[in-house]
């Protein structure tokens, strides 16, 4: 008996999960967006291990953002379509995609916030890149292992849109992500999300923190510190 295509689309939801989480500090190094490929290799360690290929991942926007109350509008969503060790991903990046590594010193914005941040080229533990990250960030990054890749996902920062009432039960205003309770919305915010219109794999908005790192001398170290508050909340095994 051949199974209809309803039935495969449920299973399909069956073993997919849907993460959430409240994106406090979206300053386009986590999730970074750039290059046709969104990524997530820093920061929120227990999605990146317990997301697999086939799942999506929602940043929701922050009650005090940069512009103004968008808790419940998403600011990307993300459907893993690979997974890779931290290792793994800087020998990807040196071969396949050299712009994810950061350049500090650059002009370029999407330079500068590369999130291949450690260096395996000498082996382990790794050497740490100048990057929004500093060493008090590193037990925490590296604790989540994996980088979690996508060639299919929607970026908005901050042209951040908001989500209809059907789906906001997803909304995770608190520390930490959700992702058991958000089961019964898979199939609805697959659906919607991929109707909205929009081209996949585009940078349809600029990261809300855009603007800090070109007034901001000091900018590095007020990333890391603000991730590492943000992390230690997210292995919080309440979730």
Not at 10 to 19: D, G, H
Not at 59 to 75: D, E, K
Not at 186 to 194: D, H, R, Y
Request: charged share 25%.
């Amino acid at each position: 008996m051949t199974a209809t295509s309803a039935e495969k689309v449920n299973a399909e939801a069956a073993c997919m999960k849907l993460f959430s989480y409240c994106l406090r500090y979206d300053d386009g190094a986590a999730p970074n967006p750039f290059w046709e490929l969104c990524t997530l290799a820093i920061c929120k360690p227990r999605i990146r291990r317990a997301a697999n290929i086939g799942d999506w991942v929602v940043g929701l926007g922050s009650a005090h953002s940069p512009i103004g109350n968008i808790s419940s509008c998403i600011v990307y969503t993300m459907q893993v379509t690979g997974k890779m060790t931290l290792q793994e991903y800087d020998e990807f990046c040196r071969v396949h995609s050299p712009y994810k590594i950061p350049k500090w010193n650059s002009q370029k914005f999407e330079h500068r916030v590369g999130d291949c941040i450690y260096d395996y080229s000498q082996g382990t533990p790794p050497a740490l890149r100048s990057s929004v990250h500093n060493e008090s960030n590193r037990e925490l990054d590296l604790g989540g292992v994996y980088v979690l890749m996508s060639q299919h996902f929607y970026y908005f920062g901050d042209k951040a849109i908001p989500l209809p009432t059907s789906l906001t039960p997803i909304i995770h205003a608190q520390q930490g992500h959700k992702s058991r309770a958000n089961q019964p919305y898979i199939n609805e915010f697959v659906a919607w999300i991929e109707n909205l219109g929009y081209v996949p794999n585009k940078v349809h908005g600029e990261p809300q923190l855009k603007k800090e790192f070109i007034l901001d001398p000091d900018i590095g170290s007020h990333c890391a510190r603000r991730d590492r508050e943000d992390d230690d909340s997210d292995e919080d095994p309440n979730c």
